[in-house]
Every structure is written in C-alpha cells, then in structure tokens.
C-alpha cells in the first residue's frame, strides 16, 4: 500500500492560475487514492473552477483560504514583504505546520525561492537552497542542480548541490549511489576555474560516487546520473537547452509546412514524430525541486498546462513520500561524522 | 574583383589531417581564382595526397615544410617547448611574417591557443585572446564569444571581447552597428554575478550597440547579434547544445527505425528532414576565430570532414579580406580616444 499523503497547491500562482492547478489536482486525485490535495488561494475563484469541473464534493480535496496573489514580475522583496496572506506563502505555511508534506506553485521563481527559504530555513549542514531538475538523456534522464538559485557558489556549495543531487536520485530512482558529474570544461590546459577545481578535491573526499569531471555534452549523454554546477552555468544551459529545442521544432515544422508534397510527407510521419516528441516534451520533466529547504517545495514553470502541473505534483508525491529531506540530513549528518 | 589572399593551412592537423585538408584546399582554390593557399607540414605526405588529387602543379598551391606534427592530446606548454617546428606553429609564422593572411589549423585548441598567442602577440588594447563562433538561430546566425579560452574573465575582458565580436560582425555581416547581448539569468532577484553586472555598466557606456541582458535561449532565437560571455559558461552553454542535438537526432532515428511503417516514414519525410538537417549543419558552422591576436588564426574542429574544413579556409579568407584586425585596433583606439 503507498503512503498516504497530503500536498498543498499555490492554486493562483503561474500564468494560467485555477484553469490549470485544479484539473491537474483532479487528475492527479483520481490516479492515487493515498493522495490529499489542499488548494491555496481565493476560495470564491477556487469554489467556481471546482464547481465547473463537478469536483465540490471530493473528500481529499479542500480549499483553504489566501487572499493575495504573487504577481509574476513582483520583486522578491515587495512580496515578502506586502503580500503574507498570498497563496504561494500560506501553500508553504502549510508544510512548515506539518499540514501538508509538500507544496507546488507555478508562482515566480524569485519569490517562491525567498519565501521558501524565510518560512521553512534550511537543512542543518546546508548554506543554500538549490534548484534541480530532472532532464532526459538518450538513456534515460538525469538530475542536473543547481539551475539558477545561486548565481556565486563556493566549492563547498557544490559539495552540498552534490550531496543533496545524490540523495535525491538515490531516494527517487533507487539508485545505491548515483553517479555525480561536476560540470566543466575541457578545452583549455587549466581545465575550468578554482572553484571547480577545489569542489573536484572535495568531492573526490566525499564519500560519493564522484565519476569525475564532465562537460555540456555529457548532460544529455546521461554519462552521470547527477550534473552538479552553480546555478549561473546551470541556468545558462538550460534555457540555451530550451532556445535550442525551439528552434528545431520551429524548423521541422517550417520544412514540413513548404508545400504540398511536405505536408504530405509530415502527415505520413506524424505518428513517429509524435512518439519522438513524447520522448523529449519538456512538459514531461516539469517540476523543479527547491533543495535544502526544511520542506519539500516543487516549483512548476510558469506556462505549465494540466499535463505539465500534473508531473509537479507527482514530483512532490514522489520526494514526500520518499523521505528525501530527512534522507538528505542523514547524509550531511553521516558524512560531518567521517570527515571529524 | 575580389582581393587576392593567402591562406596557410596546417596540414597535419586535426583527427583526419591531409586526407581532409588537402582535398577541401582543392575545393576551395576551384572556387576562389583570388585565392592561393599553403600547405604546412610533412612535404612526403603532402606531395602523395597532391598526387592522389592530381594537384602537383596548381600554381595557387605550394607546400611549406614542417617536420613534426602536435598530436590532438598534447599539453600545450609540451607542444610549445618540444615542437618548434610543428605544421601548427609553421603555419602560425607564416601569418606572422606576412606571408600568409589567416591560417587555419583543426589541431588541439589549448597548443593552438598558446601558440599563437605565443608567436603573434595580442592586438592592443585586447588583454586576452577569445574564441568566437557563428551559431544558428531560427531568423539566420549569430555570433557568440568567448567559448573556451578564457574560464575567469574580469568586466573589462567582456567588454573587450563585445567590442571584438561587434566588429567582426560588422565586418563580415555588413552590419552597421551590430546588437550585443550579455549572457546572463534572469531567474534571481539579484540577476546574474558581480562581474556581469559590472560589466553590462561598462557595455552600456562604450558606444556598442549594446542591447542588455539576455538569456540562454536569446541564443537560438537570434536576438543580438552578438552574444558575449566568459569562456566557462560559452564552452559549456556549446557543449550542452552539441549534446542535445545529438541526443535529437539520435533519438528521430531511433524512431524512424522502430519498424516497417517507420521506417517507410522515414524514407517518405527523407527529403524534408534532409533539408532541417542543413539547416542546422554543424559542418557548416566550422570555423571559430580566435579573436584578439595580431593575425587572422581560425580553429577548425578536430573531427571535420572535407566539406568542414573548406567552411573554416572560407572563414578565414573572409576575415582576412574584410580586414577584420585593422578594425578592431581602430575601433579600440577610438574607444580609448572617447574615454580619455
């Protein structure tokens, strides 16, 4: 039997709000029956999206009451600040009471990650949150962190990312002891700057199973089963990752679409386009975990639509339900021990 | 009339050396009557692939001697110290004498690097030698630079290098005044470290067309015209994209062979995926300049095939007749003169 387990929504957040975070709850309620949902936000709102989906009645599914809202392009700061009844900061209340066991908001990344950070704290043994991710790969896929929460990292900060990218992989993929790549460089003599460099020397110290330096292509060869990097590095080749995507989808389909005798190729390829679009849709792989908080926080992207909010929530279920965070103060706590 | 110019290749060079040189040269001479071009390296060698082309008496093609060849894995300082008189090094005195224009070499980067670094010195004004690359994007190419050669770069070395890849551009683009953008996130309150921010300030006092921040997926969709960043995150935001459209095609053929249909699918859409394949070509890409020494030096990949090699010849005859050093000395002096 699986755990039963509660998850709070950020039900406004994002740029589809409601129309999105309560059909992917739904959806979500109906495939796991040790599911609870709470959705955070304006209860008149919320009521009336349930009220569409016929849902006013589902025992694992209340409401419970934000009256703000955290605007997409709000500074960090102004929402910390002016907004303590918004529906992403009483989402992560809920977790911080034990209420629920994790919370999941499209809400701005900014914001998400300071108020996270001032409401829950941070794990003993770790300095910074950081954002993970799951990518695929040609085998597979392969958790890659931090993707953007600190833009300046100490060696010892990627040991940390590392720890935290470890345990999670170990907890959600059951894998004894992932693979931890560090990203680098490998063109010039020096081969990447000090910062890599002394995190290599921790991490060779570690305990983990450090395969050594990587570089970008090795991200999508799935040659480690965690890519460690600070979140500048991180976060350039993610969205370079996602530019690059576009513009060959953008371009297939152009070639598709020149004239009749294309068009007619493309209807006859369809099927198998669309199995190889199932294999890399970035929706798949929505969900990015906010590690190292006192807390599980999954923050979807902004545009997510049922389906990708879907696979957020499930990541929450997932990282609940496997007891990453207290597995993660185990690690910190057993490595501190080794290394006194 | 187009000017008659010079090219001095490094013949040994590369994971394919003569075999690929010698056959792209011939190419390149047949299209270019302007043209004279000089093969560096192991005369016995060179004058058997000639033979094999039935080339032994183009007068626009003459064989310069070198007796040793730098192999793809050797440390740089190595090849400096033991390789005197190496195809790479050869090719690179031949520009610094003035008898060739632009060399091309597909050899090892880092020995590359330092030695033309080494044997031609830098341009004034310019601290640091940067490798930049045209890239695809959805509306045509941009130009992005530093990929690899510099891992810790300071605000100054940005500007530096804007003010190099907006020249080149200007240059070889016949873009007046072209749009440079600064990598950089824009995830975090904070958006991006202390070295960019300081040097998106001295970009927006220098007088470039300097567009702002961008993020990684400005990149593929042609923003700017020029993309600048440190050599760490531009070698890793390349290597992740080699990754992933590796892991796309791999993963399109993957489909395409799953079985009869499939593949009868993929023969039918053959024509149209042959022309996105084009499109987006990495051989046609060959050829990263690297930008700030006093000479015309152009990398080509280590593994390009024939039609490879004669995109990084063209590179640098298009370099070396749009003049491309003049300008930026003169563009850096006139930056000096308003400063001062």
Same mark, same amino acid.
């Given at each position: 039997m699986t755990d039963s387990v509660i998850v709070a929504l950020d039900?406004?957040?994002?740029?589809h709000g409601p129309r999105v975070v309560v059909p992917a709850a739904l959806k979500c309620l109906a495939r796991d029956s040790a599911l609870t949902i709470i959705l955070v936000g304006i209860p008149d709102i919320l009521e009336r999206e349930l009220h569409t989906h016929h849902a006013? &009645? &589902?025992?694992?599914l209340s409401v419970h009451p934000a009256t703000e809202v955290v605007d997409m392009d709000e500074s960090p700061a102004f929402a910390m600040r002016n907004? #303590?009844?918004s529906s992403m900061r009483v989402a992560i209340n809920l977790v911080k009471t034990g209420d629920a066991a994790a919370c999941v908001s499209a809400g701005n990344t900014g914001a998400l990650m300071a108020t996270a950070k001032f409401v829950l704290k941070m794990l003993p043994g770790i300095d910074r949150p950081a954002i993970a991710s799951e990518l695929p790969t040609i085998q597979g896929h392969t958790v890659m962190l931090?993707?953007?929460? &600190?833009?300046d990292c100490t060696p010892e900060h990627l040991l940390q990312f590392a720890i935290m990218g470890s345990v999670l992989v170990a907890a959600i993929?059951?894998?004894?002891a992932p693979k931890v790549g560090l990203l680098n460089i490998?063109?010039?003599?020096? #081969?990447?700057n000090e910062t890599v460099k002394l995190a290599a020397d921790l991490l060779r110290q570690s305990g983990l199973n450090f395969y050594g330096n990587i570089e970008g292509d090795d991200i999508y060869k799935g040659t480690t089963d965690v890519v460690v990097c600070d979140g500048f590095v991180g976060n350039v080749a993610l969205k370079t990752s996602e530019g690059l995507a576009k513009m060959v989808s953008t371009m297939l389909r152009e070639e598709f679409n020149r004239n009749f005798f294309t068009k007619l190729a493309g209807v006859i390829a369809l099927p198998v386009l669309n199995a190889f679009k199932r294999r890399v849709d970035p929706r798949s792989y929505n969900g990015a975990t906010l590690l190292g908080l006192r807390g599980v926080v999954i923050k979807s992207h902004g545009g997510a639509d049922r389906f990708a909010f879907e696979q957020a929530i499930e990541r929450a279920v997932r990282e609940a339900r496997s007891q990453v965070l207290q597995r993660i103060t185990e690690k910190i706590a057993i490595l501190h021990k080794d290394a006194a």
């Open positions: 039900a406004m957040g994002g740029d006013q &009645n &589902n025992p694992r907004k #303590k009844d931090d993707l953007g929460a &600190n833009v993929d059951h894998i004894e490998g063109e010039e003599d020096i #081969k990447g």
